[in-house]
């Protein structure tokens, strides 16, 4: 058993969990919601397991570095964040329903992990071996995962307000409007802390490992395009009360600048090395 | 009131949020631009991906260095603009909220909280005002109490300062904007090479070939690379030793993450190279002596052979050469002019196979692909044939380059004056071709071409006369010899990246001031309660209310705790 198989049993783990969390929503049956909860629970622990098996494959390898290398290794702690992330959230606010939005991305993210993506464990490039490379991952991915779930508010959020289903019984069965504003927003506030700790760790560590803290390398660019995105919408809402809709397609258009500086910039050439 | 001059307005105007807005989404919109035209290539490249007309437009534009144009600048200019205004116009009203030594606490609005919770009690006003004092409101940094007529209010507060939270932020930003500014200013960013055991002062910066030299000398003592064993590059790692006024002063091994700072100058680890090689070990096998010869030698560095086998010059080193089409990996190339006046082009792999004498045929074909005679058509004499056209008439003569003869039938003059590599006529390339001039009694001249392919050529113009080369010179003779380099040392040099940055602490602070005041503003809330206890006939009416700036769900559980803990016997 190697940490690739454990990979992927999370995904058909969190895959099974979404479909509880959605049979939940349709059936309205408090069981299934125990179960997807439950499962999404132990998708989380198997997750932190192939992460742990696979840090220590690195060693057995010789190599000996935190499993967060490549894009396969980064999808997979993705995957992750998304999903602690979100349990976190259930808990402190009870909304289960909030799980048939979230679940499904760390299904996805770490589906596209095993599918997708080469997931050979290979040596530390020299620029990579730095402590940085765990806080700056780490914070980064932490910020990624909330805008994530804020995106999925988000869409609810939309979704609610639409009129042509907002008399659908499942669809009246989604939280209120303004508690789905509410955790938007506080989802963002605590994705836009971790985006901006990670922009700045990843300054200091360009500026320990090339000699400059921003070179307007494409994805420095496109993390920083995203802070611009999100800080817009703090400012908005805060100063000019802009709340609902807007910010609904605000953490939208947020979240398409997040997916941009994570995957589409490997279309774009510079130094982030995570595209091969 | 203040009256609405040009000045307010212009305030106004830079501390408005639109105007924070429409900067912070512009400059999302335009640093977009970046990353899709590729920085700083230079106007070939452009024009070669874009064509001439959009590269007008990049120019006038500035989009080739869109970071560093005006444009850019004056967007960030005005957002600096926009905060420091937008700061000042709101801190008074904050400055008074935090630094107020007697804030005012309005009962009638904490009754109203909707997070407010009154019971009743059984215990005595003595013993709850004791539990308020000594378990609720100890936690809070600011306490008031009030005395009734028949009971006391309590009112308390914390975290008052945590509106100083978005200043910190925002005066973050902008010291992280001067700290750039001051590095762009003050400082540079360059790079040096150094080889093994050399020192340098020099630095290169920009792409415009600028030079700026250092105070102090950087040595490479020694540079090294280890690989993993997928061929990948595990380490990069160089000796530098700092030297001033002849001494060395600092010594450190540096390696990609791990630089050199001295005197604020910063030595980063970003590159290598292999210079040239030195000391070359080479064989010479001698196919008819059957003999090995061995000698060491440099680029360029003449070497008679003995036996009478010539002169050989190792003349250039080739990280990857390209042979017949071939990628051959390193070689060598060079020159053996042989004692009989031919001269050899001679290619030597590196590393080469073993030589093994047994194997004859193939040695000797091994020579003939990697020994090249050159042509030695220039010291031959030519044997040339001249055909009149009035009479039909052959005449052969032996010619040599640079030397005028008489054309036969005095028909003028002929001079063969060089061998050309390659001759290209009517686009088709007819390779190697001899040149030659003939000048007519009347003084008129007419060039001519022969390839040696073709040698009846001259035929087409139709001239009075028409020249032919009879005889090609005969077929290249093979070497008998066959260098090898067994092996050769070549110092590596070091890519250093060099940089200047004064700024960096100033953009530091401000990383430490956004991210703190960040942490205040988002995780921390300013939180005011107010308790009220007041007798009633038999029991004592309890009131808890509060306000958290941001944690309105966090107040509701605060205060509903308070409330247990309160009405607790003990
Ligand atoms: C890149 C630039 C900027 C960044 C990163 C930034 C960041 C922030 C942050 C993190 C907050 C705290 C939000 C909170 O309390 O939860 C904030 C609040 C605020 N910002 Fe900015 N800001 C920027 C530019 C500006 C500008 C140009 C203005 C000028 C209008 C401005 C005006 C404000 C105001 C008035 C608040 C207080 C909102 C409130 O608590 O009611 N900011 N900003």
Redesign the interface.
């Known amino acids: 058993m190697d940490s690739s198989n454990i990979f992927s049993i999370t995904t058909f783990v969190y895959g099974f969990a979404c479909i509880m969390y959605v049979v939940f929503w349709i059936f309205k049956s408090k069981i299934s919601g125990k179960i997807a909860t439950a499962v999404l629970i132990f998708g989380s622990i198997l997750n932190i397991a192939g992460i742990g098996l696979r840090w220590s494959e690195t060693y057995k390898l010789g ?1 000996g570095h935190a499993p967060l290398s490549n894009l396969f290794e980064s999808l997979t702690f993705f995957s992750l964040t998304i999903a602690l992330l979100y349990l976190f959230v259930e808990f402190k606010y009870g909304k289960k329903i909030l799980g048939v939005f979230a679940s499904p991305m760390a299904f996805l993210a770490i589906a596209y992990a095993s599918l997708g993506t080469n997931s050979q464990i ?2 530390l ?3 990579l ?2 402590n940085w490379l765990i806080a700056h991952v780490l914070t980064c991915f932490l910020g990624y995962a909330a805008f994530a779930i804020a995106y999925g508010i988000s869409i609810m959020y939309l979704i609610k307000i639409s009129e042509s289903v907002n008399k659908m019984s499942i669809v009246k069965q989604l939280p209120d409007i303004t508690v789905l504003d509410d955790l938007t927003y506080k989802m963002i ?2 994705g ?2 971790f985006l ?2 990670g922009i ?1 760790t990843g ?2 560590w360009a ?8 070179g ?1 390398d ?1 994805k420095e ?2 993390s ?2 995203t802070w ?2 999100y ?2 919408l703090l ?2 809402r805060l ?2 009360g802009w709340a609902g809709k807007k910010i609904a397609y605000l953490s939208i258009f947020g979240f398409v ?1 997040v997916l941009f500086t994570y995957f589409g ?1 490997n279309y ?2 510079g130094l982030h090395s995570y595209g091969s | 009131m203040k009256k609405n001059t040009t000045e307010n307005k212009l305030l106004t105007f830079f501390s408005s949020i639109k105007l924070t807005i429409f900067l912070l989404l512009a400059l999302a919109a335009t640093s977009v631009i970046g990353t899709v035209v590729e920085q700083n290539l230079n106007s070939f490249e452009y024009i070669n991906r874009y064509g001439q007309s959009v590269y007008d437009i990049f120019k006038l534009l500035n989009i080739t260095d869109m970071y560093h144009s005006w444009w850019f600048l004056l967007l960030i200019c005005l957002l600096v603009l926009n905060i420091i205004i937008c700061s000042i116009q709101n801190l008074k009203k904050t400055w008074d909220i935090i630094f107020v030594k007697n804030p005012k606490f309005n009962i009638n609005q904490f009754k109203k909280y909707k997070n407010r919770v009154q019971i009743l009690s059984n215990l005595p006003l003595e013993k709850l005002i004791e539990t308020v004092e000594t378990k609720i409101i100890k936690k809070y940094s600011y306490k008031k109490t009030d005395r009734t007529k028949n009971g006391i209010i309590f009112f308390a507060e914390k975290n008052r300062w945590v509106k100083s939270g978005v200043y910190i932020v925002h005066l973050g930003v902008v010291l992280l904007l001067v700290g750039s500014l001051i590095g762009s200013l003050f400082g540079f960013d360059g790079y040096m090479n150094i080889a093994e055991g050399e020192r340098n002062n020099v630095v290169k910066t920009g792409g415009s070939n600028k030079i700026r030299l250092l105070d102090f000398s950087v040595q490479c003592d020694k540079f090294n690379v280890l690989f993993y064993d997928s061929g990948m590059a595990e380490e990069y790692k160089s000796t530098l030793s700092i030297i001033e006024n002849s001494k060395v002063v600092l010594k450190k091994d540096i390696v990609v993450n791990s630089p050199l700072r001295y005197k604020g100058i910063n030595l980063f680890q970003s590159s290598y190279g292999v210079l040239d090689p030195e000391k070359i070990h080479a064989e010479i096998y001698n196919r008819q002596a059957e003999k090995i010869y061995e000698f060491d030698t440099v680029l360029g560095k003449k070497i008679t052979l003995p036996d009478d086998m010539g002169i050989l010059t190792i003349t250039n080193y080739h990280k990857s050469f390209n042979f017949k089409g071939r990628k051959m990996g390193k070689a060598f190339t060079g020159v053996l002019n042989t004692a009989d006046k031919d001269v050899f082009d001679i290619v030597m792999p590196y590393p080469f196979f073993e030589i093994k004498p047994s194997d004859q045929a193939d040695l000797s074909s091994m020579i003939n692909m990697l020994c090249t005679k050159r042509s030695k058509a220039y010291v031959e004499k030519i044997p040339v044939s001249f055909l009149s056209n009035k009479t039909k008439m052959v005449y052969k003569k032996i010619v040599e380059f640079g030397q005028s003869v008489k054309i036969p039938e005095d028909t003028g003059s002929f001079i063969l004056t060089e061998l050309k590599k390659s001759y290209s006529f009517k686009g088709h390339n007819l390779g190697e071709t001899y040149m030659g001039k003939v000048t007519y009694p009347s003084g008129d001249t007419v060039h001519i071409a022969i390839p040696r392919k073709y040698p009846k050529f001259d035929k087409m113009r139709n001239g009075k006369v028409i020249i032919k080369i009879e005889d090609i010179p005969a077929k290249e003779k093979e070497a008998a010899f066959l260098p090898v380099i067994s092996n050769f040392h070549s110092k590596y040099y070091t890519g250093l990246q060099v940089t200047k940055d004064p700024g960096v602490y100033t953009v530091y602070l401000g990383f430490i001031f956004i991210i703190s005041g960040c942490f205040i503003a988002f995780f921390m809330a300013h939180e005011r309660i107010c308790i009220i206890l007041e007798k009633t006939k038999k029991q004592t009416k309890i009131m808890i209310s509060g306000k958290s700036d941001k944690n309105a769900q966090g107040m509701k559980i605060k205060i509903s705790q308070f409330s247990r803990s309160i009405n607790k016997k003990r």
Not at chain 1, 207 to 214: D, E, I, L, P, V
């Open positions: 190599f290979a040596p490039m020299p620029a071996k730095s506030v605590f836009f802390f901006t700790l700045i300054a200091v500026n320990s490992a090339w000699g400059r803290y921003w307007w494409p660019t496109w920083l395009i611009f995105i800080a817009t400012h908005a100063i000019k600048a910039v774009l050439s």
